[in-house]
């Protein structure tokens, strides 16, 4: 069965710093693995997501994540935070054969500081 | 598109009260799925339904029962509320198909308070 650990509950970053949530996931084929944002009071957000191919992939708001297999990691990661990024960030790994719900980490926390 | 919709947005409840929580998507999505939100617990599994006519137990089913009413609908009803079921619950969607039909697309939230 998958499963998702993220190490981290609660991190702060100032304004313009760069930022990098860590996710690990536990599966033992190849996994379909997804960020969500949820902003305070709200649902969830996809963010960005890896299906296969090319290993760092693009989502909303400026932010990147990279799959290593080898760390079985799949860390979010942004250049430069914005104080609207302020918000708790769930990783999530889906299974390759489908029909199965995905598995969510219990969420990391983002404050963001002037 | 209005995406996945959920009533009520916040409800309180007396204990041994049953409300019936509902949502609705118009993706024309087979697969849909109700978590629910702790503080510090993450997002935790009910039930899903991974196609009209099919539902199945998650994570922390006891205490809940759904109905897929069709395509569009998948409620989930609290028989005798508890204290305990006060949470954030979430109803999300997804469709078909590989990848992406894992992507699951979720609804704004309901608000439950159990006193």
């Not at chain 1, 996994?31 to 296969?52: I, N, R």
Request: charged fraction near 15%; proline fraction near 5%; include cysteine.
């Amino acid at each position: 069965a998958q499963s998702v650990t993220q190490p981290d509950i609660h991190i702060t970053v100032s304004e313009g710093a760069s930022l990098e949530l860590r996710c690990n996931y536990s599966y033992g084929a190849t996994p379909y693995l997804f960020w969500y944002v949820q902003s305070p009071g709200q649902g969830l957000q996809l963010l960005l997501k890896y299906f296969s191919g090319d290993t760092l992939v693009q989502g909303i708001k400026g932010f990147e994540a990279e799959f290593k297999r080898s760390q079985s990691s799949f860390n979010l990661r942004k250049p430069s935070v914005h104080w609207s990024d302020a918000a708790e960030y769930f990783c999530a790994v889906g299974a390759f054969s489908g029909n199965t719900p995905l598995v969510f980490g219990k969420g990391t926390r983002l404050s963001v500081i002037a | 598109n209005a995406g996945v919709t959920q009533t009520p947005k916040f409800q309180v409840l007396k204990t041994g009260q049953s409300m019936t929580l509902q949502c609705a998507q118009d993706m024309n999505h087979n697969s849909m799925y109700w978590y629910r939100q702790d503080p510090g617990m993450g997002l935790r599994l009910i039930y899903y339904s991974a196609s009209e006519g099919t539902t199945d137990k998650g994570e922390v089913p006891n205490g809940y029962n759904v109905s897929r009413l069709n395509k569009r609908e998948f409620s989930l009803r609290l028989e005798s509320a508890a204290p305990s079921q006060t949470s954030v619950y979430f109803c999300a969607s997804s469709g078909s198909g590989r990848p992406d039909g894992e992507t699951q697309y979720f609804g704004p939230g309901t608000r439950l308070l159990v006193l």
